[in-house]
């Protein structure tokens, strides 16, 4: 998997190529916005981890270019600027995610992992979670190994979960996704979903924050043994 | 002085009516003095004439005069003629010399004259009484219209000053209209001289701060570039040196710890920055509060999760006028504080409610250890102290935080509360908000 990543500040460049690579990406770097339209060209990457604030060109010409050219290369922005209206704009001008400066390395992982599975490589079909696997592919998921008999839209609702472990996702979030993969759904059929996936998941798999929606934890829930 | 206008109709018509009636009163004055001597050379002639016609014809004739006169013409003590009004006593006797002497019950003007060189004496007069009439009723007709133009004046003065302050007024209206956050240079055609310096300093000033403001603003950009990129590049490097140490290694926690609470006060500092430039430039706008309030808290739920805290979150829909950014900053303190507060397997409740017509309630309650009653007011001190030493508080950032609150109630108008959670036994944060703002806030 090729990742290029076009940011001006070195010790940064440096040491997301280093964090990249161990992950087993092979990462080129370019510090420039030319430089990192000339790569796109020779070094043919899957995915672009672009940041916005660069000496030459603004990253969002540059985003603009690298659209012309080449359409459904998946793009990830990342910014120092934190207004909503350069979010929207980098989302409207094609880029594919999002992030922040300063950002946790595991959440830049996550994503590229989300962009990476997008490509539908073979090795990188699965999300796996404590002991449920979701192959995004096979559109299957097992449980211990076990495959469940699902529908397509609670493996939907799973896989949307899954792709954002440890962050909620909200009813309307999800609702407007089923809407996106062309599902019609009345007002209350993500709760019936939800209820239906949760009797055949590990119990507290997907949990429910109240007013605020659903997640999938990352934290290991050790209540019961506190 | 409240208003030029009046100031300058005030002056100027005591100037006027204080020059005016002056010169009426010496025109008076003199115009009286011009009709005495005119009428006491006619009484002198009279007299000469009167003892030329004695001497000539030894008889005047009492029936040569009308009643508005009046003589006698005496030699030595004997009366030899009068007019049918004069008594028979001697009116004046004496010298060539004029009087005023009140005789059937009229005023007269008399000359009694005596000639030397002869032993004739006579004296005559006219109606005094009458002569003074015509004399004011002349004097008055041309005093009076001098009194009444000065309603007419002041009409005028008003009228002519109001036109004339007209230039400053609109001045005034232009920059009154204004709204806060605009800052172009005033353009002003056919303003006078008078004014120009007025327009001159208020554009510099102008000028001086947009400025100031685009300056602030590239600056709070810069910093922000400047110190978020790097930023990441040590908590990038502190997750490979991560990887690549053998195991939970002291330094690199305390490393760690120190590039978080780094993170922490910077994005608090930026935060404070903006809210800052905020109370000068307030945009405000229609903020759809449970979206904005359920946007902040999925932010915060990861490192919520984190101590397995339980959040929930009731809100009604509710619609108010505010800052997008600074209710967000409000929301996401008091949270970060609730569950910073509160310990593992804690629970977080925060809830939006309408209280009455024009006021919005956010709660944000814990079950935390909550704050004696002693520190709610040590609390509000600090929350006041903004501006001043925010560094000496204990708490890591709290008092960076408990600022960034107190500037985002403050910017709304709003209202914050501390009381102790009925429900969850912690600390309960209200925090009312107009729903509305009024028009002198923006």
Sequence with gaps: MKLLLIEDDRALASALSKALSNEAFVVESALTGQGGLDAIGKFDPDIVILDLGLPDIDGTNVLRKLRATHKSLPTLILTARHTTQDKVNALDLGADDYLQKPFEMAELLARIRVLVRRLGTSSTNTINHQNVSLDVAAQTISVNGTTLIITRREFMILKTLMENIGRIQTKDYIESKLYGWGEIIGSNTIEVHVSNLRKKLPANFIRTVRGLGYTVSNVLDDKTQA | MKSIRLFLIVVLLSTICIVNFTAALNGYNRSTEAGNSLLDDRLKSMSLMIVRLNDIHGDVGSDTFNNESIFQIWRHDTLLSKSANA??????????????????????????????????????????????????????????????????????????????????????????????????????????????????????????????????????????????????????????????????????????????????????????????SKMFRQTLSKCRLKELVRATMIDLFPAIALKQQDVEFIADDVVIDGDEFALSMLVKNLIENASKYTPNYGVILVTIKEAGEHTVKITIEDSGPGLSEVDYQRVFDRFYRVGGDRHSSGVIGAGLGLSIVNHVVTLHMGDISLSRSSALGGLKVIVSLPKTQSEESL
């Design chain 2, 87 to 276: 008594p028979s006593s001697m009116l004046i006797s004496g010298n060539s010399d004029f009087h005023i002497v009140n005789s059937a019950s009229v005023q007269w003007r008399i000359y009694s004259l005596n000639r030397a060189d002869s032993d004739i004496h006579v004296v005559y007069g006219e109606r005094y009484d009458l002569y003074r009439q015509l004399i004011d009723g002349i004097i008055l007709a041309s005093l009076l219209p001098i009194v009444w133009v000065i309603p007419v004046f002041a009409m005028l003065i008003w009228f002519i000053v109001g036109y004339g302050l007209k230039p400053l007024s609109s001045f005034a209206e232009k920059i009154r209209k204004r709204s806060a956050q605009e800052l172009r240079v005033i353009e002003f055609e056919g303003l006078p001289n008078e004014l120009l310096p007025l327009l001159d300093s208020t554009n510099t000033l102008f000028e001086r701060l947009s400025e100031a403001f685009a300056r602030e603003q590239r600056f709070a950009a810069d910093a922000a570039h400047e110190l978020r990129t790097p930023l990441t590049g040590l908590k990038v490097s502190l997750h490979n040196l991560q990887q690549e140490l053998p195991e939970e290694d002291s330094n690199l926690i305390n490393l760690q710890a120190c590039a978080n609470r780094m993170e922490n006060s910077i994005e608090q500092i930026l935060a404070l920055y903006k809210l800052n």
